[in-house]
C-alpha cells in the first residue's frame, strides 16, 4: 500500500512540477517541451489510475508508475541540464545571445514538397477512389500502395516545411490536404504536421515563458480535445451522418478521453511490467533493422506491437499499437528502459543544435515530432518505417526541388533570396 502511494505520488509530483517549469520557465520552446506534453498526454491512465482495453482493465501498477515516471523525470532533468548549459554559454559570450540574420538562397524546397504530396493525393484518390471512403480502415488500406505516401508521408512534411519557409500559401495548401487525410480516418498526420509548425512558431518568439502565449496555449488545449473527440464521430462523419455524428459526440464525448488510445497504449505497458514478459533484445532488434533494411522479414516477425500483444492478449480480432517503454522493458527490465531513455534524450539534444545545411534543419524539424510525440505509441519496427519514409521523401524532395528551380529560371531569368534567422528552428 506506502509502495504504491510512493510511486503514484511520484508520478504525480513530476508530472506537476514538469508542467509548472515548462510553462512558467524563461526558456525558448523546443523539443524538450514537445516531449514532456506528449509524454503527459499519453501517460494519461497515471492521472485515471487504470488501463484497459475492451473487455479487460487493471489499476495501474507499481512498476508501470516508476517507468512512467522515469520517462518525464528524465526529460525534465535533461531539459534543466540543457538550459543551465545554455545560460552558461550566454554569460560566457553575451553575443552570441543577439541572433543575426542571415542571407539564405532560395531552394524551392517547400514548393516541391507541396507539389509533391499534391500529386500523391491526386494519385490515391485515383487509385483507392470511393474505397478512402470505406467505414472500414482495413478495406481502404487494401488499395494503398507504395506512391500512397507521397501523400500520408507527405502532407505533414510539407506542410512543417512551408511553415518552416514562412510560405502560408503552401501551408494552407498542405493543412488542407492533412484536413482531406483526417477525413478518411487518419489523425497522425494532422497531428504531426500541426507539432512541427506550432513548435517552429513558438520557437522563434524566442525566450519567454510559453504560459505568456495565451492563445497559443489555448489553441494547442482545443487541438488536442478536437483530436480525441474526433475519433468518436469520423465513421459517421466519412457516412456523411452528420446528425448521427453529432449525436454520437454527446452522448459518448467522456469515453474519448477515459477510453482513449492513452489507455489502451498503457494497458500494454502495464501488462508486460506485471507478467515480467521478456524477449530477447538482440534478436528481435536486428531483425527491425533487417526488415527495414532488406525486407527479410515482416511486421509479424519484426514488429514489438504485433509480437507481444499476439502473445498477451491473442488474437483479439482487431489491430492495437504498441509501446516502446514496454518494448525496451520486454528487452531489457528497467535497465532496457534507462538504455532507450539515454537514446532518447541525447537525439532531442543533438536536434537542437544549429545546423547550417537547410536540409538537416528540415530533416529535424520534419523527423522530431514523430521520435518526440508518435514514437509513444509505436515500436522500433515502426519508427525506423517513418524515419525510412521521411528520409525518402526529403531526398526526393531536395533532387526535384533542383528541377523546379531549373523550371523558374528559365521562365522567369533570374531567382531570388529568402531572409532567415537561426532562431527559426528551436535550439
Not at 497559443?216 to 466519412?238: E, R
Not at 511490467?273 to 527479410?296: K, M, N, T, W
Not at 544549429?354 to 519496427?381: E, K, T, V
Amino acid at each position: 500500500m506506502i509502495t504504491s502511494m510512493i510511486c503514484q505520488g511520484l508520478f504525480m509530483f513530476i508530472l506537476a512540477a514538469g508542467s509548472f517549469y515548462f510553462t512558467t520557465a524563461k526558456r525558448r520552446t523546443d523539443w524538450y517541451c514537445v516531449a514532456f506534453a506528449s509524454a503527459a498526454i499519453y501517460f494519461l491512465p497515471g492521472i485515471l489510475g487504470e488501463t484497459s482495453i475492451p473487455g479487460e482493465t487493471l489499476p495501474v501498477s507499481d512498476l508501470c508508475y516508476f517507468v512512467m515516471s522515469l520517462v518525464m523525470g528524465s526529460l525534465w532533468c535533461s531539459a534543466i541540464m540543457y538550459d543551465l548549459r545554455m545560460k552558461a554559454n550566454q554569460a560566457a559570450m553575451p553575443a552570441a545571445s543577439t541572433a543575426s540574420t542571415s542571407a539564405v538562397s532560395e531552394n524551392y524546397f517547400a514548393l516541391t514538397a507541396t507539389l509533391l504530396q499534391s500529386l500523391g493525393c491526386l494519385y490515391a484518390i485515383q487509385v483507392s477512389g470511393t474505397a478512402l471512403l470505406s467505414q472500414s480502415k482495413h478495406e481502404m488500406a487494401q488499395t494503398f500502395t507504395q506512391f500512397h505516401l507521397l501523400w500520408l508521408m507527405g502532407a505533414p512534411t510539407a506542410f512543417i516545411v512551408s511553415v518552416f519557409y514562412r510560405r502560408y500559401l503552401l501551408s494552407l495548401i498542405n493543412f488542407v490536404s492533412m484536413l482531406g487525410i483526417l477525413f478518411i480516418g487518419s489523425r497522425t498526420q494532422l497531428a504531426i504536421g500541426v507539432i512541427g509548425a506550432i513548435t517552429i512558431l513558438l520557437a522563434r518568439r524566442g525566450v519567454h515563458p510559453i504560459i505568456r502565449h495565451k492563445k497559443t496555449c489555448m489553441t494547442v488545449v482545443a487541438f488536442v480535445c478536437f483530436v480525441f473527440l474526433y475519433k468518436q464521430c469520423y465513421i459517421a462523419l466519412k457516412a456523411g451522418d452528420i446528425e448521427g455524428a453529432s449525436t454520437r459526440l454527446s452522448e459518448r464525448w467522456a469515453d474519448a478521453f477515459l477510453s482513449s488510445e492513452p489507455v489502451a497504449i498503457q494497458h500494454i505497458l502495464n501488462v508486460v511490467v506485471l507478467d515480467d514478459y521478456r524477449l530477447p533484445a538482440y534478436e528481435y532488434i536486428s531483425r527491425s533493422f533487417l526488415a527495414q533494411v532488406s525486407g527479410a522479414y515482416t511486421s509479424k516477425e519484426a514488429s514489438f506491437g504485433d509480437i507481444a500483444t499476439y502473445d498477451i492478449f491473442g488474437d483479439l480480432g482487431y489491430g492495437m499499437a504498441s509501446n516502446i517503454w514496454a518494448e525496451m522493458y520486454a528487452y531489457g527490465g528497467l535497465v532496457g528502459v534507462g538504455i532507450f531513455l539515454l537514446i532518447y534524450n541525447g537525439m532531442i539534444r543533438f536536434s537542437q543544435v544549429s545546423y547550417r545545411h537547410d536540409l538537416l534543419q528540415i530533416f529535424f524539424a520534419c523527423f522530431m515530432p514523430w521520435w518526440c510525440f508518435y514514437i509513444h505509441r509505436n515500436d522500433i519496427y515502426r519508427m525506423l518505417s517513418f524515419s525510412k519514409q521521411l528520409i525518402a521523401f526529403l531526398v526526393v524532395m531536395a533532387v526535384m526541388s533542383l528541377f523546379v528551380r531549373l523550371v523558374y529560371l528559365i521562365y522567369f531569368g533570374k531567382t531570388h533570396s529568402v531572409r532567415m534567422t537561426p532562431a527559426a528552428m528551436p535550439r
